[in-house]
């Protein structure tokens, strides 16, 4: 099933939470805008249904005092993740806005910023689309939204320098292991963590001398001198669809949640017809775990 974020927020004026998924449903209490919820569950394994003449999903989910369901439409993830002058297929959520930028050849900020939609024609549609606009003068290398305050600011040490400049390739391809790490700012002084990302798998030649690569597993871990490694298993979050090979590659790391631990953006091909990119958060990693997906962003590859 699709990818769909454990953090949520009201952004309907009042939202009914009931005590089953349906609009017959008792009204269990009433929800306001902003009101913070944890998903439980999607109902029906993600299969869409129609309420008014709006289609949606209805999830399970639990505020601070009660347990219910709610029509997804009247929600928001509580990350977003996209790229600058994006195409954007729907309106942007209501959420504090950030923008990943160059500050020099070393080193990355995080800005507090404004965004907005332009309708512009496309050549590739043929027809007028949504595309995101900010208010600063430069491009960013990503835009991120958040339903809580992120500190502006030195967010990592990669600046002009990606990691497949870095490391030579950043493709997570079986036998790759690259460090991420969330940058040190000049006079800090502070304990940083490094994790690693590292991928193993089997390839060999297939029908037409095509390569066929089998058990990928993508791992994070954190090794510590004299200590046994913690070691997470991210493969379920970049498995393709049955027949392709997985394609994930590293695109930024850094620190944004402020806690000096590296958070990381990766990119992978889920389907045949399109690419996502993914933000993984340290802060909200589980017990036992190094990283935890708040948000991901497809969109289609001609």
Not at 12 to 41: C, F, H, I, M, Y
Not at 54 to 66: A, D, P, Y
Not at 114 to 135: A, C, G, K, P, S
Not at 278 to 289: D, H, I, N, R, T
Request: charge should be negative; proline fraction near 6%; hydrophobic fraction near 35%.
């Amino acid at each position: 099933m699709a990818f769909f974020p454990e953090e949520l927020f009201v952004t309907a004026a009042s939202l009914n939470l009931r005590d089953t998924p349906d609009k017959a449903g008792k009204v269990l209490e009433k929800l306001p805008r902003g009101t913070t919820l944890n998903l439980v569950e999607v109902v029906n394994d993600g299969q869409y249904v129609e309420v008014d003449s709006i289609h949606g999903l209805w999830l399970k989910v639990k505020s601070k005092t009660k347990t219910g369901y709610v029509f997804s439409p009247y929600t928001s993830g509580a990350y977003f993740l996209c790229m600058d002058r994006d195409i954007m297929q729907d309106s942007l959520p209501p959420l504090l806005w950030y923008g990943i930028y160059v500050r020099d050849s070393f080193a990355d900020e995080l800005r507090k910023i404004e965004v907005r939609l332009e309708r512009e024609y496309n050549e590739f549609f043929m027809e007028e689309v949504d595309v995101l606009y900010t208010d600063q003068p430069d491009t960013a290398k990503f835009i991120v939204g958040s339903a809580t305050p992120l500190k502006p600011g030195y967010a990592g040490n990669l600046g002009l320098f990606g990691p497949d400049i870095t490391y030579y390739s950043s493709q997570l391809s079986p036998g790759a292991m690259l460090p991420i790490h969330p940058g040190i700012e000049d006079g800090d002084e502070s304990e940083k963590s490094t994790y690693y990302f590292a991928a193993t798998g089997c390839a060999y030649f297939g029908d037409y001398d095509y390569v066929h690569v089998t058990d990928y597993r993508l791992y994070t871990m954190e090794m510590m001198p004299g200590t046994t490694s913690l070691r997470q298993d991210m493969t379920g979050w970049v498995q393709p669809e049955v027949g392709l090979n997985p394609n994930v590659a590293l695109i930024w790391y850094g620190d944004l949640d402020g806690d000096n631990k590296p958070d990381a953006i990766l990119e992978d091909a889920p389907y045949e017809i399109g690419a996502r990119i993914s933000l993984f958060l340290s802060s909200k990693a589980q017990p036992g775990m190094l990283l935890h997906k708040v948000c991901e962003y497809f969109y289609v590859i001609d």
